[in-house]
């Protein structure tokens, strides 16, 4: 087994006539979920994602369902998850997060173009497929196949990537693809610093705000001494953004990923960068190395706030009966682990 949460278990499959090894991801459903309206959506979704082609979109190979079992073959991510990779190297370097981003907005500005929101952007949904930080974007349970003008209101991802408009109350629930950018900005801040911006850590009686409270107000910082691991204490001294809380000297790469930040980071999903101009940013085409020798050492030595895998409260899978199903698959794993035997239907 390769990995399991809440909803599914992951397995290794190799392709008898090619050798070629993939991830099954298997999903158990409630059997009282047969509603055709709800299993025609479903089918849509899922034949739609079965269209995506993009060298930074994990594949879905097949998918198709055996009594009270929804099965998807995916492309196999060697390296495992991005939020594995944060979690030991404590942070990641100013260019490795710019090569990760680099493919995470071409990838999201792909599904923009065919009017796909993901939903659930995430650590955990990053799949790395080798040591060079090639990724590509996984987890596509909640993504929905939307218009440019059409809204959707249905509860969905998880809390601390949430975009503000997801928490709120029913009534006024209406957000467009404007919430995979906030969610992109929190895996940033994380891949930069190694924490989260926002987090029930925070919570005190100097700052009394829970978790969907810093998120629907927009209360973040960048606080002394994780921002200060590309200080360069010779540069010129530059205006500081309102959203620092300390009047500290930072290189020109620096204060771009914080305007970055900044803009992406905000609250009125209408002023939110779009994808586009995350990808024109001066931090994304013109930045370089700004990393200052020892200090990232001191900064590892610290104490951080805590980076925790979280779960995604997925909305109820429905039973599907597609047409087609994927044949040809053997039980092998290659490291040798002992998978159930699936009865695949041929």
Not at 31 to 40: G, I, R
Not at 70 to 79: C, F, K, R, T
Not at 153 to 168: K, M, N, Q, R, V
Not at 307 to 336: H, K, M, Y
Request: charged residues 25%.
């Amino acid at each position: 087994m390769l990995g399991k949460d809440r909803n599914a278990e992951v397995f290794i499959r190799i392709a008898k006539s090619t050798g070629q090894f993939y991830a099954v991801k298997i999903y158990t459903i409630p059997l009282n979920t047969n509603e055709k309206a709800k299993e025609d959506r479903l089918r849509q979704e899922l034949a739609t994602l079965h269209s995506v082609s993009h060298p930074n979109i994990l594949d879905l190979i097949e998918f198709f369902n055996e009594e009270d079992k929804i099965y998807l073959v995916l492309d196999l991510a060697p390296e495992r998850e991005l939020f594995e990779l944060v979690v030991q190297k404590s942070k990641l370097t100013e260019p490795e997060t710019r090569a990760v981003f680099q493919q995470l907005f071409h990838a999201v500005q792909y599904l923009r173009d065919r009017n796909i929101v993901h939903r659930d952007i995430k650590l955990e949904n990053i799949m790395m497929m080798d040591k060079n930080f090639n990724l590509k974007l996984a987890e596509f349970d909640l993504a929905k196949i939307i218009g440019d003008e059409d809204f959707t209101t249905t509860f969905c991802g998880t809390l601390s990537y949430a975009a503000p408009e997801i928490l709120a109350v029913d009534r006024g629930r209406k957000h467009t693809k404007a919430v995979d950018v906030w969610s992109l900005e929190v895996v940033l801040y994380i891949c930069f610093c190694g924490f989260p911006p926002f987090s029930d850590e925070l919570y005190s009686r100097d700052f009394p705000y829970s978790l969907s409270q810093q998120i629907k107000s927009g209360r973040f910082d960048y606080p002394s001494p994780y921002w200060d691991s590309v200080r360069d204490p010779a540069s010129k001294s530059l205006d500081v953004p309102p959203s620092l809380s300390d009047k500290t000297k930072f290189t020109a790469d620096l204060l771009g990923l914080v305007d970055l930040i900044d803009h992406m980071l905000v609250v009125e999903p209408e002023k939110r960068f779009t994808i586009g101009q995350c990808l024109a940013h001066p931090w994304m085409t013109e930045g370089g190395s700004s990393s200052v020798p020892g200090v990232v050492d001191e900064l590892n030595e610290m104490p951080h706030l805590g980076l925790t895998r979280e779960w995604t409260p997925l909305s109820t899978i429905n039973n599907i009966d597609p047409d087609e199903v994927f044949r040809d698959f053997d039980q092998v794993s290659p490291a040798g682990v002992t998978v159930p035997t699936v009865s695949l239907s041929i």
